[in-house]
Nanobody, 115 residues
Framework: QVQLVESGGGLVQPGGSLRLSCAASGFAFSRNAMRWYRQAPGKARELVAAISSGGSTNYADSVLGRFTIFRDNVKNMVDLQMNSLKPEDTAVYYC?????????WGQGTQVTVSS
């Protein structure tokens, strides 16, 4: 079955960096687009970054130039490198993919940006 497992979250000071990882299994990873979403308390879940099967990337305006999404088709992983973090980046971050017409989400990893 499809599984997505996020890791790498934590507490970081403003201006700091974190790298999130999503380990994927149960589907043809190299053929699938992968996405990172986040959800802050009291707010709707929002798309942060996406990477196509061919490696094309897209970012939310709020993270453009600070976040980078990577994929490793050998390890079946998609990472999100987050630099210059701001308090407003505080959220639970989720990995998402779609396979056979169904959406799959990871359990999420908490990122807290605070001094």
């Amino acid at each position: 079955q499809v599984q997505l497992v996020e890791s790498g979250g934590g507490l970081v000071q403003p201006g700091g960096s974190l790298r999130l990882s999503c380990a994927a299994s149960g589907f043809a990873f190299s053929r699938n687009a992968m996405r990172w979403y986040r959800q802050a308390p009291g707010k709707a879940r929002e798309l942060v970054a996406a990477i196509s099967s061919g490696g094309s990337t897209n970012y939310a305006d709020s993270v453009l130039g600070r976040f980078t999404i990577f994929r490793d088709n050998v390890k079946n992983m998609v990472d999100l490198q987050m630099n210059s973090l701001k308090p407003e980046d505080t959220a639970v971050y989720y990995c998402k993919t779609e396979w056979m017409g169904k959406a799959y989400w990871g359990q999420g990893t908490q990122v807290t940006v605070s001094s």
